[in-house]
């Protein structure tokens, strides 16, 4: 496609230059890319003019193109969601010109594969650089303690663990495979090191699994096996260095400390230990409710889903709050609990707590529901409220709290909150709230504040503030805090200052405390990152499974051409459970989400798409020359298609914008290698 015009010349140089500023922005920088692909792509039309000859050339993945499209239509058509679903069309169709895009403006010449990739590649080595730092100062700061997940500084945790694999996978294959100088090996090595590096920070498994299933790609095309054994020794190293834990602590007071008296592991997750009469519950996750006893746990009731915490209602009953969204209320029976009746909250649940007969939960997408009288539960105030997660009430006042809205302190009238706002802080000024030590405080650290005549007042500060409060317990005379390092202290108030009593510390961050005289207990756990693939109990993993659920009864009312390309958000209203709380526009999942949506029609369309594609990487990968960078690009592009399909079956990356630009961008570079191989009479066929 080159030529001895000058004009033209000069259009492939700034169509270069595009695709240079566009690959440079895949990673970050999402209206640069797009204004620099576009722009490319109307030039492309331009020097077709000019020229006179098509710069576009066909990649063989029209007609698979054309059915998804055909079928996206059709299943619009019948949709009851017309509009959203050709409005969805419409974003799917605008993302498939940076497939002829790359494809056409590499294809130009034969430096430009390296050139674009290149790019791509030192610019997201730095990239991965900045987020590997930012990870370390986050684990640092108890992010992932908090969090569970990777830093969301450049776009969300899931899609930058995919785009970082996808750079790591194609960077460490032409590190490996391109046979040049040591320097440039070297270069290309390191950004694979960072990007891998960047993909484990991210935390996202769906990112680990893709990096994985892409190494495995590579590994199948090369023949060479001992290229992936680091990944199962890497793995083993982990689970070895970081196993799961859970265990109750039993402390002893002596002086100004709280010793470690014993630790007892438990069946599954610690997560709450709460006192009812002379026993110690603890909410174990798939364990149920276990019972503590002298350095003994023995189950004690089985629940329906995880356990998470523990409310005692009044002197007679306790709540179970369940990983579902629902409470379960037992009263005692002679030496036993019998299960009452359960209910639950309009919302996604995230705290609840009851005061005399009320009971409270406070829901991030709905707000905060009272409940009275535990022998018959029935809800007596509603105040809707977004993006909070702990409540904290009494009979004239209720906490809401949230680490990114601040603290709301609402009026309560009987125990029944109201609407009326009485005080607010922002998250800046607050890290745990609580109601006790005679006076209705809230602590930052060790900096207290008091409610009163309708305004908050800062209380003396007796030492240096502190920050990153965790958990907080409290009776009438002391409160007990736990930071995310797991070190902790008991104080009272003296004078209206704070005075540390004693010590405390837990060898890794507790989740529940009590106290009682002498003695108290705690509860911790830990969950190994690679483990939970295969712990059902886990949050993520119940909620993919309730989608799924979901996403089942969807497809099977609308089997051949699903629901329409749209947000599933109203959907699942109609086909979720009462207690069942997901409302997500998508299932987590490519293929049952494309199933739901544009049915069995569309999903067979989709499969020969990335069929096509999976053709076109092929055969980048057998044409290309051994030892060349085109076809170590290939091989790693090969790698990140096949990461993007193994992804996609824990995530919805068909759905997600920046990770279907670079499955474009990708099979683009290598149908152009296809494309130049091809006009200097190499054979296309797959068998060589």
């Known amino acids: 496609m080159t030529t001895d015009r000058r004009d033209v010349r000069v259009i492939d140089g700034v169509l270069l230059a595009l695709l240079l500023v566009a690959a440079a922005s895949m990673i970050h920088g999402l209206f640069v890319n797009q204004t620099a692909f576009y722009a490319a792509f109307f030039l492309l039309v331009v020097r077709s003019i000019v020229a006179k000859q098509n710069a576009f050339f066909r990649l063989d993945v029209e007609p698979a193109l054309?059915?998804?499209?055909?079928?996206?239509?059709?299943?619009?058509?019948?949709?009851?969601?017309?509009?959203?679903?050709?409005?969805?069309?419409?974003?799917?169709?605008?993302?498939?010109?940076?497939?002829?895009?790359?494809?056409?403006?590499?294809?130009?010449?034969?430096?430009?594969?390296?050139?674009?990739?290149?790019?791509?590649?030192?610019?997201?080595?730095?990239?991965?650089?900045?987020?590997?730092?930012?990870?370390?100062?986050?684990?640092?700061?108890?992010?992932?303690?908090?969090?569970?997940?990777?830093?969301?500084?450049?776009?969300?945790?899931?899609?930058?663990?995919?785009?970082?694999?996808?750079?790591?996978?194609?960077?460490?294959?032409?590190?490996?495979?391109?046979?040049?100088?040591?320097?440039?090996?070297?270069?290309?090595?390191?950004?694979?090191?960072?990007?891998?590096?960047?993909?484990?920070?991210?935390?996202?498994?769906?990112?680990?699994?893709?990096?994985?299933?892409?190494?495995?790609?590579?590994?199948?095309?090369?023949?060479?096996?001992?290229?992936?054994?680091?990944?199962?020794?890497?793995?083993?190293?982990?689970?070895?260095?970081?196993?799961?834990?859970?265990?109750?602590?039993?402390?002893?007071?002596?002086?100004?400390?709280?010793?470690?008296?014993?630790?007892?592991?438990?069946?599954?997750?610690?997560?709450?230990?709460?006192?009812?009469?002379?026993?110690?519950?603890?909410?174990?996750?798939?364990?149920?409710?276990?019972?503590?006893?002298?350095?003994?746990?023995?189950?004690?009731?089985?629940?329906?889903s995880p356990a998470l915490k523990l409310i005692p209602w009044n002197d007679d009953r306790f709540v179970v709050m369940t990983l579902d969204n629902r409470f379960l209320l037992y009263a005692p029976r002679a030496d036993s609990f019998v299960f009452e009746r359960e209910f639950w909250s309009p919302g996604k649940t995230r705290d609840a707590a009851a005061h005399r007969d009320y009971f409270y939960a406070v829901d991030r997408d709905s707000g905060v529901t009272v409940w009275r009288d535990p022998a018959d539960p029935k809800i007596v105030s509603r105040v809707p409220l977004l993006d909070f997660g702990a409540v904290v009430p009494d009979s004239s006042r209720t906490l809401v709290y949230s680490r990114h809205r601040g603290l709301v302190v609402l009026r309560a009238e009987n125990g029944a909150t109201k609407s009326d706002t009485l005080a607010v802080l922002p998250p800046d000024e607050v890290s745990r709230p609580f109601l006790g030590l005679g006076c209705s405080a809230l602590l930052n650290g060790f900096r207290l504040f008091d409610y009163a005549d309708g305004a908050v007042h800062p209380l003396t500060v007796s030492r240096r503030e502190l920050r990153d409060l965790w958990l907080v317990d409290y009776d009438e005379d002391t409160v007990v805090g736990f930071f995310f390092s797991g070190e902790g202290?008991?104080?009272?108030?003296?004078?209206?200052?704070?005075?540390?009593?004693?010590?405390?510390?837990?060898?890794?961050?507790?989740?529940?405390?009590?106290?009682?005289?002498?003695?108290?207990?705690?509860?911790?756990?830990?969950?190994?990152?690679?483990?939970?693939?295969?712990?059902?109990?886990?949050?993520?993993?119940?909620?993919?499974?309730?989608?799924?659920?979901?996403?089942?009864?969807?497809?099977?009312?609308?089997?051949?051409?699903?629901?329409?390309?749209?947000?599933?958000?109203?959907?699942?209203?109609?086909?979720r459970e009462p207690h069942q709380k997901e409302a997500y526009g998508h299932l987590h999942n490519n293929y049952l989400h494309l199933l739901a949506t544009l049915g069995v029609v569309g999903l067979l369309a989709y499969l020969w798409l990335i069929g096509s594609l999976a053709v076109v990487h092929l055969r980048a990968v057998r044409l290309a020359e051994r030892g060349t960078f085109d076809r170590a690009f290939a091989v790693g592009a090969l790698g990140a298609f096949v990461a993007y399909l193994a992804s996609g079956v824990g995530n919805w990356n068909f759905g997600d914008h920046e990770v279907v630009a670079f499955v474009w961008f990708f099979a683009g570079l290598a149908a152009s290698v296809v494309k130049r191989r091809r006009d200097a009479g190499a054979e296309l066929s797959l068998s060589d």
């Open 66 to 304: 054309i059915a998804f499209f055909l079928a996206a239509v059709v299943s619009a058509a019948l949709s009851d969601h017309t509009g959203d679903a050709f409005r969805h069309l419409v974003k799917r169709v605008v993302l498939v010109p940076y497939l002829y895009v790359a494809a056409s403006v590499a294809a130009l010449r034969k430096e430009n594969v390296e050139r674009i990739a290149s790019a791509l590649l030192v610019v997201a080595g730095l990239f991965a650089l900045y987020y590997v730092v930012e990870g370390v100062l986050r684990w640092q700061d108890g992010w992932y303690r908090r969090h569970h997940r990777g830093p969301e500084v450049l776009t969300h945790h899931i899609t930058v663990g995919q785009m970082f694999a996808f750079v790591a996978l194609a960077a460490l294959s032409i590190a490996w495979l391109e046979r040049r100088g040591v320097w440039r090996r070297a270069l290309f090595g390191s950004i694979g090191a960072l990007s891998l590096l960047a993909v484990v920070v991210s935390y996202s498994r769906s990112a680990w699994i893709g990096f994985v299933a892409g190494a495995f790609a590579v590994a199948l095309v090369e023949r060479k096996w001992w290229a992936i054994a680091p990944i199962p020794v890497a793995a083993l190293m982990y689970i070895l260095l970081i196993p799961d834990r859970s265990a109750v602590i039993e402390y002893r007071r002596v002086g100004d400390q709280w010793l470690v008296e014993r630790q007892t592991p438990t069946f599954d997750k610690a997560n709450d230990c709460v006192r009812f009469g002379d026993r110690l519950l603890v909410a174990d996750y798939a364990g149920g409710v276990l019972e503590y006893r002298d350095g003994e746990v023995l189950p004690f009731i089985e629940t329906p």
């Open 489 to 575: 202290f008991e104080a009272t108030l003296d004078d209206d200052s704070v005075r540390v009593l004693a010590a405390v510390s837990a060898p890794l961050l507790p989740m529940g405390f009590e106290k009682s005289g002498e003695r108290a207990w705690a509860v911790y756990w830990r969950s190994n990152r690679l483990l939970s693939l295969f712990d059902f109990a886990t949050r993520s993993n119940q909620e993919r499974l309730t989608l799924w659920s979901i996403g089942a009864r969807i497809i099977a009312d609308n089997p051949v051409f699903g629901v329409g390309d749209v947000d599933l958000h109203p959907y699942f209203f109609a086909y």
